[in-house]
């Protein structure tokens, strides 16, 4: 039997298939890459579906994508409380401990969803849904506020980058998730602004990001903030950028949707 190779995650999927089993990229679409070698993100198409675990999940919408989550028994994933849109009344609902976290002066709350049962989450925002399948011992930085759900086989965790915080001057910094796997294989969820473009850097090569337009990035990626001498007006303490430096993944996002500053 042929087999279709997803130019997005490279699973293979069985011929005569038109999405993606693993993360629900669309097979015969042809991989778009601006001269700048920023490769477009696969957009879902409507009611697009794929599975992990025992569970399946069902993109519906594409503006503001909606991720309709059917967990099987055993299985579980965790997302930002207000990112819940409906689940089924016997889905379970707990609450992971994420001490010294706050989104705007709360507590920020990681609320953990188990089957068997569905749910559903979405952000408020339009933009696109990327779907990320990860394998044993790997680790992808998301920025704050961007993840839309995570399988329970991905730890969590968070960091916060002084000076970094958006176009104008450096403020109080901003945080960036961390997402890891085990032993076994997950699958993250990301919700991007706007459009959503990826970029591979080679050994040593650097990119400046404005740190709005920063999604994730590969943990072979080092990131740090770099200062621009532009000091006028609201630029009184200059120009703060992201450096990435590779190897590795780099995802950005064309819209910028400020949340307000953490404490």
């Known amino acids: 039997m042929d087999l279709i190779v997803c130019s997005w995650c490279q699973s293979q999927n069985p011929g005569g298939t038109t999405s993606c089993d693993v993360c629900g990229a669309p097979l015969d679409d042809a991989v778009k890459v601006s001269d700048g070698g920023w490769r477009e993100a696969p957009r879902l198409h409507d009611m697009a579906e794929f599975s992990f675990g025992t569970s399946t ?7 503001v994508p909606v991720a309709e989550l059917k967990l099987g028994q055993g299985d579980s994933i ?13 889905v379970p609902l707990t609450v992971m401990n994420t001490p010294g976290r706050s989104l705007g002066g709360m507590p920020s709350v990681v609320t953990v969803a188990s089957g068997p049962g569905r749910v559903a989450v979405s952000r408020d925002a339009a933009g696109e849904m990327v779907v990320l399948p990860m394998h044993p011992s790997m680790e992808i930085d998301v920025r704050e506020h961007a993840f ?11 960091v916060r980058i002084k000076g970094l915080a ?9 945080y960036m998730d961390r997402f890891v796997t085990q032993g076994g294989p997950g699958l993250l969820l990301l919700h991007g602004n706007g459009n959503v473009f990826e970029r591979l850097l080679a050994p040593g090569e650097k990119m400046l990001l404005e740190p709005g337009a920063f999604l994730f990035k590969d943990a072979s990626v080092q990131m740090n903030t770099h200062q621009l001498p532009v000091k006028t007006g609201l630029l009184s303490r200059g120009m703060y950028l992201a450096e990435m430096t590779g190897p590795g993944r780099i995802g950005i996002q064309s819209m910028y949707v400020h949340h307000g500053s953490d404490d």
């Open 78 to 90: 965790y997302f930002e409380h207000h990112v819940l849109l409906w689940k089924d009344e016997a």
């Open 166 to 174: 958006n176009v104008l001057h450096g403020g109080n910094g901003m």
């Open 57 to 63: 999940c069902q993109v519906e919408g594409d503006v």
């Open 148 to 158: 839309l759900a995570a399988s329970a086989s991905i730890s969590y965790s968070f």
